[in-house]
């Protein structure tokens, strides 16, 4: 692959994975709205272990307390409030995991379509306008309940159509629990980390498979690139989604929709 397609690829993921707007759905519309051939499932899944790598380091203090509350290393109340973060987490990756097991490789190969991104776009980000519009903040993520972790696991399941948002579907679901805008975000980034740890290492195995060191050069490239810009993509959410809520995302995803089904009428 030329350089500028792997730098491309690779700002795209780190931009998107964990805003609520798709990182699969825009890694898929790249090529079909490029004319460059699809990178297939190796480059993808390098961007995601970037993404990762960054969501690790940036939520690096919140993953050694749930560590120390699980080895129950400090305080009674420190030792609690992790020990519930981390059941909490559990609770919400099982029914993603189970399902990604089943269905992950139909759903990446039969429906990466234009039309299957453009509805997913658009309904998922009138839902999670509809859920940050209505929904009145009512609990943090301490305040979760294990129904709440249930809810929110169930609707990451939805994740797999591509276009639909993994961190959007998840935030859609957590403000629709009473989650506030902060919290929803902050779970729904440490809930990425057993789901994209998940992918990552099945698709690992088919990319140590191939034996190709050319792919396996631009993988190492996209991931790094994937790493920086997606740590500084999670800082700046992190810092404003507080006071800019998701409103900017929703209009971003119908705008995007819109121009896709004319895309698609078109061609």
């Known amino acids: 692959m030329e350089i500028l397609q792997i730098l491309v690829l690779a700002i795209v993921q780190g931009v998107t994975e964990f805003l609520p707007i798709s990182s699969s759905g825009h890694l898929v ?69 189970l399902a990604g097991g ?34 009145k903040d009512k609990k943090t993520v301490s305040g979760m309940s294990n129904w709440d972790a249930l809810v929110i696991g169930l609707f990451q399941i939805l994740a797999l159509l591509p276009g639909t948002s993994r961190s959007g579907v998840t935030m859609t679901a957590a403000r629709f629990c009473g989650v506030d805008r902060k919290g929803a975000a902050r779970f729904s980034m440490l809930l990425s980390i057993p789901v994209i740890l998940g992918a990552g290492v099945v698709l690992t195995f088919d ?38 809520g998701f409103m900017p995302f929703v209009i971003y995803r119908v705008v995007l929709a819109c121009g896709l089904f004319g895309f698609y009428l078109l061609t």
């Open 29 to 97: 519309l790249v090529p079909l709205l490029t004319g460059w051939p699809d990178q297939g499932l190796m480059l993808d899944v390098a961007t995601h272990v970037g993404s990762l790598l960054a969501v690790i380091a940036y939520f690096r203090t919140d993953l050694i307390e749930i560590l120390q509350g699980v080895f129950k290393i400090g305080t009674e109340t420190e030792v609690k409030e992790a020990r519930l973060l981390f059941r909490h987490l559990v609770i919400a990756s099982v029914p993603a995991i």
């Open 102 to 135: 089943a269905l992950f490789y139909i759903l990446q190969t039969d429906m990466r379509s234009l039309l299957m991104i453009a509805s997913t776009t658009l309904i998922f980000g009138v839902l999670l306008g509809i859920s940050d519009k209505f929904c």
């Open 207 to 244: 990319l140590l498979k191939a034996e190709n060191v050319d792919l396996g050069l631009d993988a190492l490239i996209t991931g790094v690139v994937s790493f920086g810009v997606a740590y500084l993509v999670i800082g700046l959410l992190m810092n404003w989604i507080g006071r800019i």
